[in-house]
C-alpha cells in the first residue's frame, strides 16, 4: 500500500464539501503518521551516520574548571569528543528580529555556566548507545558559584523594568483609591513545559560547503538563516527538511545550540551526524513557558462596573537571555475600563531562556484577570457571567480602535446556553452530589490575530493532479489538509488530487509557525497561486488553437469536479489532463505570496526569515483578535480536595473556520492543555542546585484521557476580512487562553476557597 492509498476522506461522509475551504475533511497526513509511513526527521536512514550525546552541566552557576575526556576518547566506538577547546568556534548569529549580530565568535559549548543543563560536552561515536556510554566517562569539575535558583529566592529582587510593555490611560492609581469597591490580588503560574511528543534532535549532514538538516521546525527559513551565519555560508546552502513534527507547541521555531554541536560535529568528521535530546534534555533544550507573577488591582462601582485597572507583572527570564511574557495583553484589551495601567518586570535567574509556549503573554495574562473578574463578582454579588457583560468592551480600550470582529457577547450567550449556566446556584458550596462539591466557573479568552507573508507553489500536472509546496509546516495542526482544500477548491478539482509538499526549505518560502497565522497567510497564499494556475489553464483553453474549447470564443470556462467546460454547458466538457494533452502542456505552475507587489528580494528574505514582521494586529482601522468563553464544570472531594474537570463548553469566535473538524481538534487540544495547567503542571526547581527536578514525563504531569471529560465547542465566529484574505482568525493557540481561570473560578464555587496559585493541586484545597 502506498501513502496515497492510504489517504481517505472520510470527513462527514454526507457532508459532499470536504473539496472546498470550509468543509470536514480529515487529516489528510493523519494515516501516513498512524501507520508509521510518515518519517520523522532523525530517522532518515543515512549511510556513515554517527551519532552524538551531549553532556550537560549540573550546576546552575559558575565556571567549567577542567573536562576531562581521556576515558570517553578510550570507550569503544568514540570518533569526537566535544569540549569549548576542540569545537571549532563559529560566528555570532542575528536574533529572531534579524538584529545585525556582533562579529564575536559563537561556542555552542559552555565554560560560563548560567543554568543546570546547560551544553559542556558532547560525545559522538558510531552507535547511539556508545555514545551514551562515552559521555557518562566525560568528567566534568566546576568552580560553582552561587544561582539565583527562582523567583522566590530572595537574591532575585525586583527585576528590570520592561519599560515597553507599560500601558497606561486615566489616572489608574487615583481611581483605584476612590472607588466604592476594591480588590487586589495576586496570581502566580510556575515554569511550564511544552513537552511535545517528539523531543528535540536533527541530523546533520555536509556535502562540501552545503548542509542539510533534518530537524522538527516550525520555522525552516530562520532556522537556514541561522545554521548559514553560524557556519558563515550563503543562505541558500543550508537546507532544512522537516514534512513531519511530533507537536512543537513553539518549542521548536528556532536553531539551538544542540543544533550547532551536532552539525559542527558532521562538519569535522565528514560524516552525517545525529543528535537527540533525552526527555530530560528537552527540559534544559529550550525554556518552558516563564514562571509568573501578577498583580491585579480592580476598582469598581456597587453594581460591578470597571473603574479602574492597576496591573503589575513579573516573569523569569535567564541571566544572558531575555524573555518577556506580555502579562498585561488581556489585561488591556478584555474590560471596558475608564483609568488602566499596566507595567512589567523581568527577573533574572539561573535557568535556561524562557520560550514561547501556547499563547505566551495572554496565556497568564488571562487567568490573572479572568480570576480578579471573578473575585469582583462575588464581593459585588453580581453572577461572573453578568459582571462581563456589564465591563463589555465595545472597542479594543487600548489601541481605542474597533474591533475587526469580536462575537465574544455571542460567545457568553452559547456558551451559556448549551451548558446550562441559568441553573447555577450562586453561593459558593451551594451545589453538591454526595461527598463531591460541584463549581461552576466561566472565563473569557482572547488571542490577536498575527499576520505576516507566506508564499506558495501550485503545479497542475499533466495527469490532472495538483502539487502545492511551500516551507511552511503541518506539527499537527493541520496545514497539509486546509491547503488541500483551498487548492481543490480554487481550482475546481477534488481534494484527493492535490498532494502539499511542505516542511523544505527549498520550497517557496514562509515566515514562522508561530502566534497562530500559518493558516491565514498560507491559504491567502495558495489561493493566490492556485488562482493564478487556474487563470493560465483557462487562457490555455481558450486561446490555444489545438484546444477543444478554441472554436467556442468563450471568455472564460468553469473547472468544477477536475473536468473543465464551458458556463453555458455548450461544447465539450473534458478533464483536466485531457486539456493539458490536447495543448501539449506537460505541467502548469504558479506561484503566490501575500508580499506587497513591489516588495525587492531584501524584503522577501527579510519577510521569511525574521520576525521582524510590519503587520500588527491594530494597523489600520481595526483590532483584530479571536475571541472565547469557557464554561467548566469540577467536582472536588470534598475529603480529599481531589478537583475533576467534569464538564466543558466553550464557545469560540476564530472567524471563518478552514476545516471546523480541525478547528475543533485544534481548540479541544488547547483546552486540554489548559486543564493540564490549571491542575497538573509544574517545574519544579530543586533550591539547592538551581534543577529542574521533575524533568521526565512521569513526574511532570499532563493531562491523561481520564482526566478529560468531553468537551463541547462552539462556532460562534463570522468572516473577517480584516484578518485574513480568506476570512479566518487563529485557531492553534485562542482556546488555551482562559481555560485555568475558568477551572479556578469553578473550584472557588465549587469550595469558597481562591486558589491563586497554578496548579490548583490538593495539598491548596485543605
Ligand atoms: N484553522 C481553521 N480555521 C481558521 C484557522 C485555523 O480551521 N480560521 C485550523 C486549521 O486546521 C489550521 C489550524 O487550525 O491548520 C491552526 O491554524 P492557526 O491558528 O493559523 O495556527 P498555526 O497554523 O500558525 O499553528 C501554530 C499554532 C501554535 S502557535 C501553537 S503553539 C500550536 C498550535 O498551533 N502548537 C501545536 N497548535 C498545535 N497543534 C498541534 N497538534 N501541535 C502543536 O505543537
Ligand atoms: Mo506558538 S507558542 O506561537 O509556536
Not at 551536532?262 to 537527540?276: D, E, F, Q
Request: charged share 20%; net charge negative; aromatic share 6%.
Amino acid at each position: 500500500m502506498t501513502i496515497h492509498d492510504l489517504r481517505t476522506r472520510h470527513g462527514d461522509a454526507s457532508d459532499g464539501s470536504a473539496d472546498q475551504v470550509g468543509g470536514r475533511l480529515s487529516r489528510v497526513d493523519g494515516p501516513a503518521k498512524i501507520t508509521g509511513a510518515a518519517k520523522y526527521a532523525v530517522e532518515q536512514q543515512l549511510e556513515g551516520l554517527a551519532h552524538a550525546v551531549l553532556v550537560e552541566s549540573t550546576v546552575a552557576a559558575g565556571k567549567v574548571r577542567a573536562i576531562d575526556t581521556a576515558a570517553a576518547e578510550g570507550a569503544p566506538g568514540v570518533l569526537l569528543v566535544l569540549t569549548p577547546d576542540t569545537i571549532p568556534p563559529l560566528k555570532t548569529a542575528s536574533d529572531w528580529f534579524g538584529t545585525p549580530p556582533p562579529d564575536v565568535p559563537y561556542c555552542p559549548l559552555a565554560r560560563d555556566i548560567a543554568f543546570s543543563g546547560q551544553h559542556v560536552a558532547a560525545v559522538v561515536a558510531e552507535s547511539f548507545e556508545q555514545a551514551v556510554a562515552a559521555a557518562a566517562l566525560v568528567k566534568v569539575s566546576y568552580d560553582e558559584a552561587p544561582a539565583v535558583a527562582d523567583l522566590s529566592d530572595p537574591k532575585a529582587g525586583d527585576g528590570i523594568p520592561i519599560d515597553m510593555m507599560t500601558k497606561e490611560w486615566g489616572e489608574a492609581e487615583a481611581a483605584f483609591a476612590s472607588a466604592p469597591v476594591r480588590i487586589c490580588a495576586a496570581y502566580n503560574t510556575p515554569r511550564e513545559y511544552q513537552a511535545p511528543m517528539e523531543p528535540h534532535g536533527l541530523i546533520a549532514a555536509w556535502q562540501g560547503d552545503r548542509l542539510t538538516v533534518w530537524e522538527p521546525s516550525q520555522w525552516l527559513d530562520g532556522m537556514a538563516r541561522t545554521y548559514a551565519e553560524w557556519f558563515a555560508i550563503p543562505f541558500e546552502n543550508v537546507r532544512l527538511v522537516s514534512p513531519y513534527i511530533g507537536g512543537g507547541f513553539g518549542s521548536k521555531a528556532l536553531a539551538l545550540s544542540h543544533g550547532a554541536v551536532a552539525a559542527s560535529a558532521a562538519k569535522m568528521l565528514g560524516r552525517p551526524v545525529r543528535l537527540v535530546m533525552s526527555r530530560p534534555q528537552t527540559f534544559t533544550g529550550y525554556g518552558g513557558r516563564a514562571a509568573t507573577r501578577q498583580t491585579v488591582t480592580l476598582g469598581a462601582d456597587r453594581d460591578g462596573k470597571i473603574q479602574s485597572i492597576v496591573h503589575r507583572g513579573v516573569n523569569e527570564t535567564s541571566m544572558g537571555g531575555m524573555w518577556v511574557e506580555p502579562l498585561g495583553s488581556v489585561t488591556s484589551v478584555m474590560y471596558a475600563t475608564p483609568n488602566f495601567s499596566s507595567k512589567q518586570n523581568v527577573v533574572r535567574v539561573n535557568s535556561v531562556v524562557p520560550g514561547a509556549m501556547r499563547a505566551p503573554g495572554e496565556n497568564p495574562s488571562a487567568f490573572g484577570i479572568e480570576s480578579a473578574i471573578d473575585e469582583l463578582a462575588y464581593v459585588v454579588g453580581i453572577d461572573p457571567l453578568e459582571i462581563r457583560l456589564r465591563n463589555y468592551a465595545e472597542q479594543d480600550p487600548h489601541a481605542r480602535k474597533a474591533w475587526s470582529t469580536r462575537q465574544l457577547r455571542e460567545a457568553f450567550a452559547a456558551g451559556a446556553e448549551a451548558f446550562g449556566w441559568a441553573r447555577r446556584s450562586p453561593a459558593p458550596r451551594s451545589m453538591r452530589d454526595g461527598n463531591q462539591l460541584i463549581g461552576w466557573g466561566v472565563a473569557a479568552g482572547t488571542y490577536p490575530v498575527r499576520r505576516a507573508y507566506g508564499e506558495a507553489l501550485v503545479r497542475i500536472l499533466a495527469d490532472g493532479t495538483v502539487e502545492v509546496e511551500s516551507s511552511s509546516i503541518d506539527m499537527g495542526q493541520g496545514t497539509y489538509t486546509i491547503l488541500a482544500q483551498t487548492a481543490a477548491e480554487t481550482l475546481g478539482v477534488p481534494a484527493d488530487n492535490v498532494v502539499v509538499k511542505l516542511g523544505d526549505s527549498r520550497f517557496a518560502r514562509a515566515g514562522v509557525t508561530g502566534g497562530s497565522r500559518l493558516a491565514g497567510i498560507m491559504t491567502g497564499a495558495v489561493h493566490k497561486a492556485a488562482g493564478a494556475a487556474l487563470d493560465q489553464l483557462v487562457g490555455l483553453a481558450i486561446s490555444d488553437p489545438r484546444s477543444p474549447f478554441h472554436a467556442l470564443q468563450a471568455n472564460t470556462l468553469v473547472v468544477a469536479g477536475g473536468r473543465v467546460s464551458s458556463p453555458r454547458g455548450d461544447g465539450p466538457e473534458v478533464s483536466i489532463a485531457e486539456l493539458l494533452a490536447s495543448v501539449g502542456a506537460d505541467q502548469i505552475e504558479a506561484k503566490g505570496d501575500t508580499m506587497p507587489a513591489n516588495s525587492t528580494a531584501e524584503d522577501r528574505y527579510k519577510a521569511y526569515t525574521t520576525i521582524a514582521t510590519p503587520l500588527t494586529h491594530t494597523d489600520g482601522d481595526y483590532s483584530r483578535h479571536s475571541w472565547c468563553a469557557h464554561f467548566i464544570e469540577v467536582r472536588v472531594d470534598e475529603d480529599f480536595g481531589t478537583v475533576r474537570v467534569s464538564r466543558v463548553v466553550s464557545a469560540l469566535d476564530s472567524g471563518r473556520l478552514y476545516n471546523p473538524k480541525l478547528a475543533e481538534s485544534q481548540w479541544k487540544g488547547g483546552i486540554i492543555m489548559g486543564i493540564g495547567q490549571a491542575l497538573l503542571e509544574e517545574g519544579i526547581v530543586d533550591r539547592r542546585h538551581g534543577r529542574i527536578v521533575n524533568n521526565n514525563l512521569a513526574d511532570y504531569l499532563v493531562p491523561t484521557n481520564a482526566d478529560i471529560p468531553d468537551i463541547q465547542t462552539i462556532s460562534v465566529g463570522i468572516p473577517d476580512p480584516h484578518s485574513s484574505a480568506l476570512g479566518g482568525k487563529g485557531v492553534g493557540e485562542l482556546a488555551i487562553v482562559g481555560v485555568a481561570p475558568a477551572v479556578a473560578n469553578a473550584v472557588f464555587h465549587a469550595t469558597g476557597k481562591r486558589v491563586r496559585d497554578l496548579p490548583i493541586t490538593l495539598e491548596k484545597l485543605i
